[in-house]
């Protein structure tokens, strides 16, 4: 069982930054792809970024290459997206996802999600 906890959402005006991070409950984290997702009202969740147990192949929608960047601290049990130049479309809720065996850049590969943490960007 792992437990993910979300934090570092909040508001800020477009062109900022803003870094998330999620902690994972457990002593099995090192084994498990995450990933981030979101939802933004109205839509579907989808995906944001991912990477592999080691955090060596990361992987990002086209939406947010070269803005968004993912790393974990296996030795923190953390996950982190470091979100630059933020546009008011990636307003959404932002949801950390675990997966054990595959990277989890789709829904149906994810094994545990956190609650979510709000992200509003302003115009």
């Known amino acids: 069982q792992v437990q993910l906890v979300e934090s570092g959402g909040g508001l800020v005006q477009a062109g900022g930054s803003l870094r998330l991070s999620c902690l994972a409950s457990?002593?099995?984290?090192?084994?498990?792809?995450m990933g981030w997702f979101r939802q933004a009202p109205g839509k579907e969740r989808e995906f944001v970024a991912a990477l592999d147990w080691s955090g060596g192949s990361t992987y990002y929608a086209d939406s947010v290459k070269g803005r968004f960047s993912i790393s974990r601290d296996n030795a923190k049990n953390a996950v982190y997206l470091q979100m630059n130049s933020l546009k008011p479309e990636d307003t959404a809720v932002y949801y950390c996802?675990?997966?054990?065996?595959?990277?989890?850049?789709?829904?149906?590969?994810?094994?545990?999600w956190g609650q979510g943490t709000q992200v509003t960007v302003s115009s």
């Open positions: 457990g002593r099995t984290f090192s084994r498990y792809a």
């Open positions: 996802a675990a997966a054990l065996g595959s990277i989890p850049t789709k829904q149906d590969r994810i094994d545990y």
